[in-house]
C-alpha cells in the first residue's frame, strides 16, 4: 500500500523511537486522527452511528485509515471507543458527538462483583478484526496502535455515567468506600489486560492507555488506587517487545510515579516539560507529544516553530512526535497536514543523535 509523505519505513521507524533507539527523524501521529475534522469521517458519520462504526471491521479500518492517506501520519491506531470494554463487562453504553454514556452506573459491591471477564475474541471480536484487516492491509510498512481506558479512566466513566467536571462520585467512592474502588479498578484491569493481549495478539504493534483523568488525582491516592491498578494492567497484557504508551493528561504532579507504571513511552500533555522528562528519566522511558491541540488552530509558522520545538526538547531521540491531548474538530486538514511535515522534517543531526545517545545510555 502506498501511502503519501516521508517513504521511510513508518513501522521501523516508531518502533526503534518507542524503544529509545537512534531514528533518522521522529514519528508522528495524532491523538484522535480519526475523526470529526476529516470531511471523509463526518460524510461516513451521517450514514452510521458511532457505535456502529466501531462495530463494523470494514468501517472502522475505513476510519482507522483516513488519516494516512490524507495526512501522511507514520502509524495508524485502532478506530474504537474506551467504553467498549465496558460493554463487554456487561453495562449498556451509548457514544455520540457529545461524549461517551454508560446506562448503569456501579456503586456497589455485588455490581462490582458481576463485571464480566470477557472473552475478547468473543464478546469484542470486531476489534481484533479491524486490526486483523488493519494489518493486512498495511503489511509491515506502518505500525498498527491498540489502546484501552486505563482503569481509573474507565471507573470514572462506570461511577458517574458520563464525562464530568471533577468526578464527584469516582471522588467520593475513594474517599467513603476506597475498598470497592480498589476491586473495582482490579476488575477493569484484569478485563483490560486481556483485550489488549487480543489487540496485540490480531497485530497491534504498540498499545496504548489513556489515563486521561490520572490528573484528578493526588499524588497520594495516585500512589495508592490508581498506580497498582495500572501497574497490574501493564503487568499481566505480558507484552514483551511490544511498546505500551500509557498517555495521562493535567498529570505533572504525578510523572514520577506515573514513570514506574512499566510503560514503554510516556505520552504527556503540553503542561509537560520534555526537555526535562528527558534529562530525568533518561533512555529508561521514551516520551510522546506534546503539542497543544490549540495550535493547530493557528497559522502555519507557530504550527511549524511548535512541532520543532517539542523535537528539539528531546532531541529527537525516544520520541514520539504527538499532540498533548486529541486533535480539535475544527481543525483545518492542511493545519494538521503542516503538523506531520514539520515534524518528519525536522530530522535529528548525527551529531545531536550521537550526544543524545550517549547521554541517554550513561543514565541508563
Known amino acids: 500500500m502506498s501511502h503519501p509523505g516521508n517513504s521511510a519505513n513508518r513501522k521501523s521507524i516508531f518502533l526503534r523511537a518507542c524503544r529509545s533507539e537512534p531514528t533518522?527523524?521522529?514519528?508522528?501521529?495524532?491523538?484522535?486522527?480519526?475523526?470529526?475534522?476529516?470531511?471523509?469521517y463526518r460524510a461516513l458519520r451521517e450514514r452510521h452511528t458511532f457505535l456502529e462504526m466501531c462495530k463494523s471491521p470494514d468501517l472502522a479500518a475505513e476510519v482507522s485509515l483516513q488519516p494516512i492517506r490524507a495526512l501522511g501520519v507514520d502509524a495508524v491506531i485502532l478506530f474504537s471507543d474506551?467504553?467498549?470494554?465496558?460493554?463487554?463487562?456487561?453495562?449498556?453504553?451509548?457514544?455520540?458527538?457529545?461524549?461517551?454514556?454508560?446506562?448503569?452506573t456501579i456503586s456497589t459491591r455485588a455490581q462490582v462483583d458481576g463485571l464480566a471477564l470477557f472473552d475478547p475474541?468473543?464478546?469484542?471480536?470486531?476489534?481484533?478484526?479491524?486490526?486483523?484487516?488493519?494489518?493486512?492491509?498495511?503489511?509491515?510498512?506502518?505500525?498498527?496502535?491498540?489502546?484501552a481506558a486505563a482503569p481509573w479512566t474507565l471507573a470514572c466513566y462506570l461511577i458517574e455515567g458520563r464525562s464530568s467536571e471533577?468526578?464527584?462520585?469516582?471522588?467520593?467512592?475513594?474517599?467513603?468506600?476506597?475498598?470497592?474502588?480498589?476491586?473495582?479498578?482490579?476488575?477493569?484491569?484484569?478485563?483490560?489486560?486481556?483485550?489488549?493481549?487480543?489487540?496485540?495478539?490480531?497485530?497491534?504493534a504498540a498499545v496504548q492507555l489513556f489515563d486521561t483523568w490520572?490528573?484528578?488525582?493526588?499524588?497520594?491516592?495516585?500512589g495508592v488506587f490508581e498506580l497498582p491498578a495500572t501497574q497490574l494492567l501493564i503487568g499481566e497484557i505480558e507484552a514483551g517487545s511490544t511498546p505500551v504508551i500509557l498517555y495521562t493528561k493535567a498529570s505533572n504532579h504525578l510523572l514520577d510515579a506515573v514513570a514506574t507504571?512499566?510503560?514503554?513511552?510516556?505520552?504527556?500533555?503540553?503542561?509537560?516539560?520534555?526537555?526535562?522528562?528527558?534529562s530525568q528519566y533518561g533512555a529508561r522511558l521514551a516520551l510522546q507529544g506534546n503539542v497543544d491541540p490549540c495550535v493547530l488552530l493557528g497559522p502555519e509558522r507557530a504550527i511549524r516553530e511548535a512541532a520543532r520545538a517539542a523535537v528539539?526538547?528531546?532531541?529527537?531521540?525516544?520520541?514520539?512526535?504527538?499532540l498533548g491531548h486529541g486533535i480539535l474538530p475544527q481543525t483545518l486538514v492542511e493545519?494538521?497536514?503542516?503538523?506531520?511535515?514539520?515534524?518528519?522534517?525536522?530530522?535529528?543531526?548525527?551529531?545531536?543523535?550521537?550526544?543524545?545517545?550517549?547521554?541517554?545510555?550513561?543514565?541508563?
Not at 471533577?166 to 467512592?173: D, L, Q, V, Y
Not at 490520572?214 to 495516585?222: C, K, Q
Not at 493545519?335 to 550513561?362: D, I
Request: aromatic share 6%; proline share 4%; hydrophobic share 45%.
Open 24 to 40: 533518522e527523524r521522529v514519528p508522528v501521529w495524532m491523538m484522535r486522527q480519526a475523526g470529526r475534522y476529516l470531511p471523509e
Open 82 to 104: 474506551i467504553l467498549i470494554v465496558a460493554e463487554a463487562m456487561g453495562l449498556p453504553i451509548e457514544v455520540g458527538d457529545s461524549g461517551p454514556v454508560v446506562g448503569e
Open 121 to 147: 475474541e468473543d464478546a469484542t471480536r470486531f476489534t481484533c478484526d479491524t486490526i486483523r484487516f488493519l494489518r493486512n492491509e498495511l503489511g509491515d510498512e506502518v505500525p498498527v496502535i491498540g489502546f
Open 166 to 204: 471533577s468526578f464527584p462520585r469516582a471522588k467520593a467512592m475513594l474517599f467513603s468506600e476506597p475498598g470497592l474502588l480498589r476491586a473495582l479498578l482490579e476488575r477493569i484491569a484484569r478485563a483490560t489486560a486481556v483485550y489488549l493481549r487480543a489487540q496485540i495478539a490480531a497485530g497491534a
Open 214 to 222: 490520572a490528573g484528578e488525582l493526588s499524588v497520594a491516592d495516585y
Open 261 to 278: 507504571s512499566g510503560a514503554t513511552v510516556l505520552s504527556v500533555d503540553w503542561r509537560a516539560d520534555l526537555a526535562k522528562l528527558r
Open 312 to 322: 528539539d526538547a528531546t532531541g529527537g531521540v525516544g520520541h514520539v512526535l504527538n
Open 335 to 364: 493545519n494538521a497536514r503542516t503538523f506531520v511535515e514539520a515534524g518528519q522534517s525536522a530530522t535529528v543531526t548525527a551529531s545531536k543523535s550521537a550526544h543524545l545517545t550517549g547521554f541517554v545510555a550513561r543514565r541508563a
